[in-house]
């Protein structure tokens, strides 16, 4: 996804992004696929049914109306970047659109629609001065939500920096901790009233790793084993200013509350052999633990990667480990600074112990393992998506372990494929089994869940595959200037399972009667 100093190693970077930094295929280890029994039960009176998109995904209107370029914008307008040329430029339109957006919303029965803001829409520059279009624009859309009574879920930062702010170093700069701060200054005044869930950063590993580390995605800076901590340390001292901001300075009127979005998938060991065990352990730590355990555990990094990394750094001639140290101050500061914990989760691997070259100054070399998808997993239209709905529950059952069992927000889980079809029945099997074993993780583990996001509304931007990979529970017509939204086979089934708020046996699959 980003550049590289040659071709050759942009498509290694480019690979290995899509495998989620591991290794896509071996035969190694076996761990066929079986179906799983439905539990038939509901969830929580209460329970948070969502589904998300992000601003740069499906906003369009790129640059009118005062907003500034993001990283992105920069990025997907260089040549060879992006899946047959495809940017966001236009995308599903909703900055115009944005109407038709909620009406598909309001079919799907959904409470919430989780969203992010532009960043540079609302202040051009980063900082400073604001853009008030950019403001009115999320009025209007929030209001237009309240009408069809959904509660809009608002994320702040989904991976959009102002191009402005990278100038100025953007995630390697510690000043942009103030930067984020005043941004979320700026959306608490404006849109907290109405905002009562606000997720700060979503996957901030996908910013440090594949934006700073291994340059795949923007703003294509390659610091593989040293970019990659400084911007994953910087992202979570961003996250707990905008928290301690909101905690002390708007909770008590606005009554939201903050969480983050962290993407982490569920790595089994690949074999019985106790170093393996290890591993998958170790994967788990690198990927969530990074940043779940400075927020939600200890207020430090998890003592495997402070380890791994000192020894590694200190073997490789480093005169300190290439993992920055948080102050007192700063464990203070990140410690407990979260009201929930969002995670977004997709798929699983199979992972075992393999020492790396210690010449390889790299997040993935520190880690000392070996991750691979087993064949008998069903695929997607992403080479990296296997269907695996048994890991969900895994996971939600290892962070109520680690973390103190803190309350949960599915924020992204989703199925993509390449045609768009109307009849799109594996999504429909994808949503069903891993919202499944969500309600098995509430009902039968005592996991706190309290809502799950489909990702995503409707066919995007789907980043560097362009309009290839298609993740929508509606179709998006781009080949007309109206972009009709289209209800496809998932979302009437995904509306049937909300209007129930679960399972039940006699549950129709797809006949739930959408308008759209």
């Known amino acids: 996804m980003r550049q590289s100093r040659n071709n050759r190693m942009d498509n290694r970077r480019w690979i290995s992004w899509l495998i989620l930094s591991l290794v896509v295929a071996s035969d190694k280890v076996s761990a066929i696929f079986v179906d799983e029994p439905l539990l038939y039960d509901t969830f929580p009176p209460d329970f948070i049914w969502a589904s998300a998109t992000s601003a740069h995904q499906i906003e369009g209107a790129w640059n009118v109306d005062g907003k500034g370029p993001s990283i992105w914008d920069t990025y997907t307008s260089q040549p060879g970047i992006v899946a047959e040329g495809a940017t966001g430029q236009t995308a599903c339109n909703s900055y115009y659109f944005y109407q ?3 009406d598909a919303l309001k079919s799907l029965n959904v409470s919430h629609y989780r969203f992010s803001i532009s960043w540079p829409r609302v202040l051009p520059n980063g900082i400073g001065q604001v853009n008030q279009p950019g403001i009115d624009y999320y009025k209007n859309l929030i209001a237009a939500l309240k009408v069809a009574n959904i509660q809009p879920m608002v994320t702040l930062y989904h991976w959009d920096l102002p191009q402005a702010l990278e100038d100025m170093g953007g995630w390697l700069n510690a000043s942009v901790a103030d930067w984020f701060e005043e941004y979320a200054r700026l959306c608490f005044t404006q849109f907290g009233d109405d905002v009562k869930i606000w997720v700060t950063l979503n996957e901030p590993w996908i910013t440090a790793w594949q934006g700073y580390g291994l340059g795949v995605s923007a703003p294509a800076k390659y610091g593989p084993g040293t970019y990659t901590y400084q911007a994953g340390h910087n992202l979570i001292l961003a996250h707990a200013k905008a928290y301690r901001l909101y905690e002390s300075t708007f909770k008590a009127s606005q ?35 990074w940043f779940a ?13 402070k380890l791994k990394i000192g020894e590694k750094s200190a073997q490789q001639g480093f005169n300190q480990s290439r993992l920055p140290e948080f102050t007192a101050e700063q464990k203070l500061l990140v410690q407990g600074s979260a009201d929930f914990l969002g995670i977004n989760h997709y798929t699983s691997l199979l992972t075992v112990n393999q020492p790396s070259n210690i010449n390889d100054v790299s997040y993935e070399s520190d880690q000392d ?37 803190p309350e949960m927000i599915i924020t992204e889980n989703g199925y993509s494929d390449t045609a768009g079809n109307l009849d799109d029945m594996l999504r429909i099997y994808y949503y069903k089994h891993y919202i499944n074993n969500v309600l098995k993780a509430i009902k039968t583990d005592g996991v706190k869940v309290s809502g799950y996001t489909a990702w995503s509304l409707m066919d995007n931007f789907e980043w560097r595959a362009g309009y290839n990979e298609k993740f929508g529970l509606f179709n998006v017509d781009f080949s007309s200037p109206e972009l009709p939204r289209t209800a496809k086979a998932s979302a009437r089934y995904i509306a049937q399972i909300i209007h129930d708020n679960g399972f039940r046996s006699d549950q129709p699959c797809n006949n739930y009667p959408i308008s759209k």
Do not use: C
């Open 100 to 102: 038709k957006d909620v």
């Open 255 to 289: 009554q939201g509350k903050v969480g983050i979005a962290l993407n982490v998938n569920w790595f089994f060991p690949g074999s019985d052999l106790i170093a393996d065990k290890d591993a998958a352990e170790r994967a788990l730590q690198f990927m969530g633990g």
């Open 293 to 305: 355990n400075p927020i939600f555990g200890s207020g430090d990094y998890p003592s495997i990667m």
């Open 369 to 405: 393992l070996y991750s691979y998808y087993d064949s008998s997993w069903y695929g997607s239209g992403s080479p990296w998506l296997k269907i695996t709905p048994f890991g969900l529950r895994n996971l939600l059952g290892w962070l109520r372990d680690k973390f103190n069992n």
